[in-house]
């Protein structure tokens, strides 16, 4: 379809295609964490475990993971424009197919047509503000265009809860088509092509290595607690992915117009903003995983409760990030960096405490002081990064910089959760030691229970000790005083596993503190002030 467009100045233009490339970004970005809410709705509906179902995420995971890297050459050979037509489009017309999915096995194919438009769109967008912003004004536009990737993952539990429990769960798809056609017509009317380069040799041997490399490691870190890491399924996975990943290097350190540009990584700003991105992306995603479990596993709330909670974390980082380039624009982005950075690790502190009685206050306010931290360094790093980076190679950049990105949160999740299952282990098998009937943990656990009734309302005399509690319930119902026993020691026991929960996410926390405070390191090496754009190389 030839759309004309919009006669704009330049001025003019670079603003409004920023607002329509924003579009797509939010979206493509939204449906990364909007599907996790719906996914027992989808096992009910489909009548599959909870095994088969996860794939309905994973497969969108890994599609997106493999076509990154090669949307930087597509740029080039075909031009930003019809490259963000064709990604909006093709994730549009997966999200109405999503939509009208009559299996799991229909909705795992739709994902994955649904994630080849999604996974293109984020590097498209990142190199159309490179591509058309003087250097003088990329702080700004990409802390605009970085609000996509900083609030849509904490909005989309929120929609998706609000979606599935008021209304019907295929709409976190269908919801996608009329602003999916709205932001085609807009990028139609107000987009303009990039240059083309012509005569590029398609890297077919990096684009085999990387896709395999990627899809394997990323698809071992999304099931190594499921499986076991050292179960020959995932050992597998992990012996293929390292090999091809070996070979992608040496191939793209000896291709002359390599897929990715591993060379890009000598620049040193460029280097260490992406080891920052890279930790800091696990960090963000890490607790984007760590929070709903907390909110729904462990204080009970719903899936529209916990999403929620996750708002002002949205919130404060979408009003910081144009603040934060202001503040990179006269002061230098380090110092923006760095001060992000710090918010974050303060934030970390309240969730170090976490138990059943943390009020709604103190999660708020370090929910908040997390969606500062973020908001301030995670776009400012990326601009200080890519502004090292010659023009003619921002495409490639921007495929390099999102496969970071990726695998930073697949990382950051596997690595998480991993540690929160092994610390939940090791906290009820050293609390289980200390469970008996004559123990003084027990008595404690009785004695608060008692006050628990009182405050309940129960007569004082029923409540003379816990098991005469229970012989006046239990007893009466027929149970032997080594069954009403048993019972008190089960409620005693289901309370202690609730407490090595807490325990595990507390120690979680802990870890990703310390994370946190090495991030400082690489942040301190960057090379501050305002960076020159490079020529632009043939």
Known sequence: MNIPRLALSEARYRWWALGVISIGGFM??????IVNIAIPKMMAVFSVNSEDAQWILTAYMLTMGVLQPVTGYFCDAFGTRRMYLISLMVFTVGSLLCGMAWSNESMIIFRVIQAIGGGTIIPVTMTIVYRIFPIQERNMAIGIWGISAMV???VGP?????LVEYWDWRLIFTINIPVG???YLAAALVLQETPVQRGNKFDLGGFVTSAVGLFCLLLALSKGVEEGWTSAYILSLLYIAVASLTLFVVIELNHEQPIIDLRLLTDWNFFFSSVVNFMGYGALFSTIFLFPLYFENVRDYSAMQSGILMLPSAVASGLVMPLAAALADRFGAKPVVITGIGFVIVSMVPFMYLDMDT????ITIGMILRGIG????LMTVTVLGMNSVPLAKISRASSLSNTVRQLAGSFGIAIMSTLMQNRGIYHLAHNAENI?????ATKNTLVGMEKLLREAGTPPGAIQHMFTYLDNVWLQAGYSPGIVQHKAMAMISG??????VIFAFDDVFVVLLVACIFMVIPAVLLRSGKVKPKAVSK
Do not use: H
């Not at 009020?359 to 103190?362: A, R």
């Not at 973020?374 to 360094?377: A, D, E, I, N, P």
């Not at 008996?436 to 003084?440: K, L």
């Open 28 to 33: 493509s970005i939204l449906d990364t964490s």
């Open 152 to 154: 849509a993952p904490a």
């Open 158 to 162: 929120t929609l998706s809860g609000y």
């Open 181 to 183: 056609i709205i932001g």
């Open 359 to 362: 009020t709604y206050l103190t």
């Open 374 to 377: 973020f908001g301030l360094f």
């Open 436 to 440: 008996n009937v004559t123990s003084i």
């Open 495 to 500: 309370l202690v596993q609730r407490q090595s």
